[in-house]
């Protein structure tokens, strides 16, 4: 863990969205990591991060006031990533962006999901 941790306090190091989303997916265990913004353009754009820009913003559509776990099949309906499979054996987990307590995009993830004991 970490080790982990430390790979990627090397961010800090990267000046721009796309170098740190990059080094980010380089990870295997953070291939599949993601970022959407749908609020404060201007700030996003200096960043480097307009092509992150979600064209219509769905954060009321979804409510991500919390950690959501939801299908591929639900995520893939959000047309944010058309790059995930549909399966059983996979979820997407969403979270909000903060900045000054205001909501601007949200962090994606896609995992396994437990197996069922019967």
Do not use: C
């Not at 090397?10 to 740190?20: A, E, I």
């Not at 291939?31 to 219509?56: N, P």
């Not at 409510?63 to 639900?74: D, N, V």
């Amino acid at each position: 863990m970490y080790g982990n941790i430390a790979q990627l306090s090397l961010l800090t190091k990267l000046n721009d969205l796309p170098s740190k989303l990059k080094y980010i997916n380089g990870f295997n265990w953070l291939e599949d990591f993601g970022v959407v913004f749908f609020s404060r353009k201007t700030l996003i754009k200096s960043i480097g991060g307009l092509v992150y820009f979600a064209q219509h913003p769905i954060q009321t559509e979804i409510g991500l006031e919390e950690l959501i776990f939801i299908s591929i099949k639900q995520f893939n309906k959000l047309g944010l990533n058309k790059n995930f499979r549909s399966n059983s054996t996979h979820k997407v987990i969403l979270k909000n962006l903060y900045l000054d307590q205001e909501p601007i995009g949200y962090v994606y993830l896609k995992i396994e999901r437990e197996q069922e004991s019967h």
